[in-house]
């Protein structure tokens, strides 16, 4: 692949402001100052890596709902899962993004199933001052990431009905605010386009609204 001799001393700020990976970011027209962010997906999407960044990246806080679910309930979500179901975990999943979304200057990322709830998409989706980034992912990708953390993910020992899950979800991801595919991106790059686009005074128009 040629390589730009020139780019090696490119101002950082214009190449981030020209970088394709920004170009792939899949954006809905979103015309209010962003106040919030935030990231939804698959597991294994980055969700908790790229979140950091992002915060530090705008001088924000992070908050992941999963520990906040864990320090309230007094134990991990694999013990929830078994003591409670799933239905409960949902159920203080919910209430936990929905304490947790108005505040400002925050990065938040989603466990992989709270956008199957409708309240909760409802809330994120239509908040003022708030971009909800899908961190798109390929099954396969999200489970090579995930290999190894089965007794941390119970959604992972439920092997048959993983696929379904992965194919019932994915529409409800692509309503989020914009979509980029992470697939091939190091967290930092991932990162890099989602400031910039909180940064962006207008999203640009998702060409599949025309």
């Given at each position: 692949?040629?390589?730009?001799?020139g780019a090696d001393h490119r101002d950082p700020l214009q190449f981030t402001v020209s970088s394709p990976i920004l170009d792939r970011m899949k954006t809905k027209e979103k015309a209010e100052t962003t106040r919030r962010i935030v990231l939804t997906g698959f597991m294994g999407s980055g969700k908790t890596t790229v979140g950091p960044l992002v915060a530090?990246?705008?001088?924000?806080?992070?908050?992941?709902?999963?520990?906040?679910?864990?320090?309230?309930?007094?134990k991990t979500i694999p013990e929830i899962f078994r003591s409670e179901g799933e239905k409960e975990f949902r159920k203080r999943e919910r209430?936990?993004?929905?304490?947790?979304?108005?505040?400002?200057?925050?990065?938040?990322?989603?466990g992989g199933g709270a956008i199957e709830d409708a309240?909760?998409?409802?809330?994120?989706?239509?908040?003022?001052?708030?971009?909800?980034?899908?961190?798109?992912?390929?099954?396969?990708?999200?489970?090579?990431?995930?290999?190894?953390?089965?007794?941390?993910?119970?959604?992972?020992?439920?092997?048959?009905?993983?696929?379904?899950?992965?194919?019932?979800?994915?529409?409800?991801?692509?309503?989020?605010?914009?979509?980029?595919?992470?697939?091939?991106?190091?967290p930092d790059e991932v990162a890099e386009a989602i400031v910039r686009a909180a940064r962006s005074p207008k999203k640009a128009e998702n060409p599949a609204s025309r």
């Open positions: 692949m040629n390589r730009d001799p530090q990246g705008l001088g924000w806080r992070f908050a992941d709902v999963d520990d906040v679910i864990v320090a309230e309930a007094g209430e936990a993004i929905l304490k947790l979304w108005g505040g400002e200057r925050l990065v938040l990322a989603l309240e909760t998409r409802a809330a994120l989706l239509n908040a003022p001052d708030t971009l909800v980034v899908h961190l798109e992912v390929k099954l396969e990708t999200a489970l090579a990431r995930c290999q190894g953390t089965e007794p941390l993910r119970p959604v992972l020992a439920d092997g048959a009905n993983l696929r379904a899950r992965y194919e019932r979800r994915l529409p409800l991801y692509r309503m989020a605010h914009a979509t980029l595919q992470v697939d091939a991106l190091r």
